[in-house]
C-alpha cells in the first residue's frame, strides 16, 4: 500500500450533496478532497435527474422571483410532513425549508439556467446542474480522487480517521487519511435489477457506516418510478415518459384501459398526474394491474399517448426541442407513440427515503462522520415529493460547514495499523480462493431477491425469505467468493465483489425494516398489513451492528411543531385525506 | 450468432494489444454494453470495459469505444452484427477497452 495522503476533510461521492459539501468546507478554510467512486461530474444520479428545485413562495419571493407571498415556509413544512405520513424528522424539514432559497439564489447566481415554474419549484436539468458544481469545484483547485472506490471507514477509539477502498485502475486497496468524513454516495438502487439510477450506487458505504458502527434509519422505505422504459435495450431504465406524464399521456394495462383513471377517485387521478405524489401512486397502482395478470409482456404496463392531440404535442416539444432531453434525443420514439403505439414501462428502483441517520447538523452517530443527501435518511419520511434536489443543495453546504468545523477543533486521528490490514486482507482474499461462487453470479442471486421480495407491494412471507436468504449469503457465500481474473487493473470481479457484500448487507437492513414495520405507511407496503397505523407505528426503525450482529430497534419520530393525528387508514383512504390537507 | 473480435491489452504483462473473438447470440436491439456484459458474464470474466458507474443514459460517456472503427457510447449504439471494439484512440490503456482520463 502507498503513502496515505493527508487531509481535514474528505468528501466521499461526487454527485450535487458531495460537491455542495466540497465547495463549504473549502470556503472555510480547511483542505478538502472529494473522493468518487467514478469522475466527478461523470458520475452519480444528480446528473440524471429530471430536475426540479423547490422551495416555498415566499422564499422565491425573498430571492427575487415572482414567487407567490402568501405562501409561506410553514406551509411549504406542513405539506412535506403530510406528503411523508408523519415519519419526517421534523428538525430536518425545519433546515430544508430554511435554507432552500439561499441554496437557490447561490445556484442561479453561478450560472444555473432555470425556469420559475410561478408556484414551488425552480426547472432545471440535472446536467446542467451537475455542471456548475463542478465548475466551482474547478475554481477552487479543490483535490479530486476519481475512481476510488471506498469501502470502509477508518475509525480511531471512537471517532473517524479516514476511509480505505479500492483504486479500480490501479487494482491496489488505498488509504487516505483525515479528521472527518462525510459521506454523500446516493442511494443503494442497483442492488435492484431494474432501476433508473446510474452505476455504482450500491449502498457501499451505507454499509461502511454499519460496520463502524453508525446508525441506518428507515431502511424500509424505497421509492419507485413507476413509468420507466424497458424496452428498447438502449432507453431501458429511462424514466422520460414519467417526464411526459406530468403534461400528457396515461398509463394502460393490458385491455388498453387507463387503470388509474378508471380505477381510482377523481383527486388521486388528479394529483399523481399534476404532482411528484405520481411516483407513489402509479406504482402502486400498476403494480397491483401486474400482480392481478393485466400487465405487459414483459411484466410492465404501457405508457401511451394516443389520445393527445397534435398540436397539444407540438406545445410540449417546445419545452423540449427536437424531443431532446437531457443528452438522449427520444424523436424515433415519439414518432412511433404519435403513430397510436405504447412503450412498455414499469416502476424502477428509483430513490431511497431511509439512510444513515442524522441530526440538522448533518452527524451521524459517529462523531467526525457526516452524510447528506439521499444516503442520509429522515427528511422525508415514508414519501417524498419535494425536491431531491434541494435536499442535496441544502444539506451538502450543511454537512460541508459541521465537517470544516470540527476538523478544526480535532486532531488527526492515528492510523490503525491492523485494522487498515484487515480490510485489506478483507478484499484480497478472493483472488486465493478457488472453489467459491462467482462474483458475477451472487450479484444476480442478491438481486433477484431485492426484485422479488423488496418491490413495491412486501409480504411477512417474502420478507422472512428474503432475510434468510441474505443472511446466508453473507455468512456462506460472500466469504468464499473466486475471483478468476488475476490482473487486478479494472479487475470488474472484484469491483463485483465487493459490490455484492455491500448490497447483500443494505438489503439485509432493508428487509428486517420492512419484516418488523408490521404496517403500509407511503412508499411502504405490506400486502399482509394495508394500514397505515399511526397508534402503533409513529415510530422510527434504528438499525445498527451491536458486538458483531445486526440489531433493529424503533424509536418515537422526531416532531417540533406538526402532531400527527393518531388513527388508522387505508392506502386510498389515506390520500384522499391528505389531498384534502394539502388543499390541491 | 455473431463474432465479436475485442483488443486485449495488459499494460503490466503484453507488449502489445491482441484481438480475441467471441461468438454469442445477437438478441433484437441489444446495445454493444449489452455484448460486452454477455461476455463478461458468460464467456470470458476478464474482459475490462468501462461500467462500474456507467449512466446508460449517454450523459457520463465513460463507456466510449472504438466500434467497427467509429467513436460510440457502448450504452446507446445497437448492435446488427459482428463487431470489432477497440479503446478509443490517443488514451493511455488501463486495460483492455478501459483508458485513463475519460
Redesign the interface.
Known sequence: MPDQELVDVIVVGSGGAGLRAAIEAHDLGVSTMLI????AG???AT??AGADITLDGAGAAEIGLPGNESDSKERFFHDIVIQGYYLNNQRLIEAYVRDAPARTKEMIDWGMKYIWDGKRAILTQ??DLNQVLTDQIRRRHITMKNDL?VTDILTHGKTVAGVVGID??KGMVQAVRSKVVVIATGGWQRAYSFTSA???LTGAMHAAVYRAGADLLNMEMVTFCPNVIL????L???IFPYILIEMFGDLLEKHGRPFLRDEYDPSIYRIATTTEWNKLIFSMAATKVVLRGDGSPRGGTYYSIKNVPLNILEEAEKIYPGWKW???NFSDLMNWLKEGNAVEVAPAAHYMEGGIAVNERAETTIRGLYAAGECSGGLFGANRVASAITQILVQGAIAGKSAANESKKTPLGELDASQLKKIESRHTRYFGQKDGP?A?DLKKKVRAIADENLWVIRTGAGLKQATAKLESILSNDVPRISI??Q?R?????W?DAIEVESMAQVLLASARSALLRTESRGVHNRSDFPQTDNRRWLREIVVRQVNGKMSLTTRPITVTKLKPPRVRFGFEEGLISAVKELGE | MIKVRVARF?P??DSSPHYQTYEMPL?P???VM?ALDYI??NLD??????????????????CNVTINNKAGLS????VNGDLTIDPLPRFKV???L?V?GL
Open positions: 468518487s467512486n467514478g469522475v461523470k458520475s452519480g446528473m440524471m440535472g446536467t472506490y479500480i485502475n446510474p452505476g455504482g424496452w428498447p435495450p438502449a431501458r431504465g429511462d437531457l443528452r438522449t462467482s458475477i478468476k481474473t490482473a487493473t479494472y479487475n470488474k470481479e469491483i | 495488459d503490466a504483462v438478441e436491439r441489444m446495445t449489452d463478461y458474464e470474466p476478464s474482459l475490462a470495459y468501462h461500467s462500474h458507474t456507467s449512466c446508460h443514459r449517454r450523459i457520463c460517456a465513460r450504452c446507446h449504439t445497437e488501463v486495460r483492455d478501459v485513463e
